[in-house]
């Protein structure tokens, strides 16, 4: 039976693994997002028949005072067409408690910023995340990522 439950969570494993695209970090100097830093990734795009789910994961402390953080994401296709949306990444539920995983006093959140997005070229997008929280620098943040999966 243990090898059967260890076999299901490999597969489990390795089967959502090979749908990730990209996932790449920037960490935080002093755990605070200063204000100019803009988050960059390139990522390369070879598939354009595709869809795609963009999911945006953010570290942060648990003293983060915020319910939430509020990004500008926006990408440049290699046709030089500009994506923008402003978006609210929601971290504590309806009692005011985080809604990630925690790890001591470190939890991580993620959200998906679109479910199903298809991507009208081959070659190479540049997403950028600025900060959009009105104190800056942005206190307990201690890294924000970008992955992108395919999905089925």
Not at 29 to 42: L, R, S, T
Not at 72 to 86: A, G, Q, V
Not at 96 to 116: H, P, Q, Y
Request: hydrophobic fraction near 35%; proline fraction near 4%.
């Amino acid at each position: 039976m243990k090898n059967l439950i260890l076999f299901s969570s490999l597969l489990l494993l390795f089967s959502c693994g090979k749908n990730k695209v990209f996932e790449k970090y920037e960490k935080f100097d002093n755990y605070d997002w200063a204000p100019g830093k803009i988050v960059k990734f390139d990522v390369p795009i070879e598939d354009t028949s595709a869809y795609y789910k963009i999911i945006v994961p953010v570290r942060h402390t648990d003293n983060y005072p915020y319910d939430g953080l509020l990004i500008n994401f926006s990408y440049d296709t290699p046709n030089s067409e500009n994506h923008t949306e402003r978006c609210k990444m929601n971290f504590r539920d309806n009692d005011g408690k985080f809604k990630g995983d925690v790890a001591g006093d470190i939890w991580d959140e993620s959200t998906v910023l679109f479910e199903k997005i298809k991507f009208n070229a081959i070659g190479i997008y540049k997403f950028e995340i600025t900060n959009n929280m009105q104190k800056i620098p942005t206190e307990g943040i201690m890294e924000l990522g970008l992955r992108i999966e395919k999905v089925k």
